[in-house]
């Protein structure tokens, strides 16, 4: 494991460092940009996760308020996948998904679970991931290669990493920091309030949980392109930025906070407290206090979207436009009670998966183009490897949609899986599983051995699946089909996760102690602290049927 790092000062900052070796990569070679055209070189390639974005409370995906003007320029400039569809609802298995092309069933990681469940009579069991992740790819045919990121699930402990010789965490809170964990965890024992009060008098910046990140990592990474530019002006980059604001507390800085909000409201709802049991959030909450919720997420994507821009402006004055490809996307999107819930990570609903895909790059695709149909969040790795003239990153079984993103030719018709576990009142997980093919989006929902229940939605006549959709029973008639595609998208899964090389996520790691367990419980992720289901036995068994949790 890296070194525990210090807690940030003024222009200091910790740094991991992965020292790989090459991969064995196909050819360089890539298509024309157009027919006749030599083949552009090799890009630079910035990919962005805004995590907690969901796709349609953008402007260039139809929303009424002018939430993204930067994106939606960007959009513009290049191409948008009108229905992108994430493999989860929260962040750790999406971004796996995002880095390796590959659905959770196939990498294998669905629930933080995984990192608790003891083994016998000991620590953790290890925890089994699959995939080469797009780091590798690029850093194998001579990319230079950066990842920042600003929430935990990303860490190196959790499996990523892999392919950076940079990776680095910004954004920190007094969790990420052992020795003031430690320090915290004591006083607090001893309810020691002027101990505690003079802790974070000592660290503001790590106590401060409304502290923006986005431009500390736009300016971290603008900082790593210039240093390897010197370094290596004829080596192509790889960044990777993850942009953390628009997940709660809903407290962008101003005038971006202040810019969709009511002035004249005066009720309980200020951004912060969104989750716990004495949140003013809920589902009976009154119209203008939703209003407001919903209000102060869209000055939070104001405000990325503006960092987003800046970092744009910056490799235009570098003279890096040209020759980098952009590519713009999320983890997951966010419930504001469209189907009883608040926040993520409880259903598979569309404003929870449809997350956005915009990507540019003058010398290698069209300006302006919308590409209409399904594609899959697995798809972004192994188009970027495309792009790059490298192929997919290996195992990957996400699709190349380079070819869609250029006008040859329409995405081919795929059915897209979306997986979940939620735990709730003990005893088994309750499974949800999302297919999208085209314009159809189905949630699946059973616990156990319990028939499933399907709620189906048409996004041509509902493009946000506001619903109610259809609902019926997988057994009822009308879900025979449904069913063929989950057997089918079964098979897919399990010769994928097959395919994909192996290695252990949580290698040399003791499992989660309590400062990272503190740190997930702060902004809702409270499951991790609750003893771990029983195992059931079942090695290797997929994550749509339950993974290693008991079906009891």
Known sequence: ??????????????????LLPALLLPSLATSCSDAGDPAPPRPHVILISVDTLRADHLSCYGYGRPTSPRLDRLAREGVLFERAFSTSSWTLPAHLSLLTGLPVSAHGVCDDRLWTRPGPGGPPEPVELRGTFLSELLRGAGYRTAGFYTWKYLEPTFGFGPGFEVYERLGHTFYSFPPVARRFDELRARADVKGLEALAAEHPELFDDTRPSSAEVVE??????DAVRAETPRDPFFCFLHLFDAHDPYSAPEPYRARFADPAY????????VMGPGSPVHGDMAPADLAQLVALYDGEIAWIDAQIGRLLDELAARGLERDTLVVVTSDHGEEFYEHG????????????????????WPRGLPAGRRVPGAVGLVDVAPTIGVLAGLGPPPGASGRDQSGAARGERSPQEHTYVSELLVF???????RHIGLTRGARHAVLVARGTAPWRVERFDLDADPLGRGPGERFELSDPRGSELARRL???????AAARARAPARLANEGAAGLDAADVGELSAVGYTGVDEPPPAAAGAAGRLCVDGCVWSDE
């Open 487 to 493: 057997d089918s998208a079964r098979g897919e899964l």
């Open 424 to 430: 709730a009142g003990g005893g088994a997980p309750e």
């Open 266 to 273: 005066d009720g309980p709802i200020n951004g912060r407290d």
């Open 220 to 225: 971290r990474a603008l900082e790593w392109i």
């Open 341 to 360: 819930s608040k926040q993520h990570r409880h259903a598979l609903y569309v404003e929870s998966v449809h997350v956005p895909w915009i990507a540019r």
């Open 1 to 18: 494991m890296p070194a525990t790092p210090s807690p940030p000062r003024p222009r200091t900052r910790p740094r991991t460092r992965f």
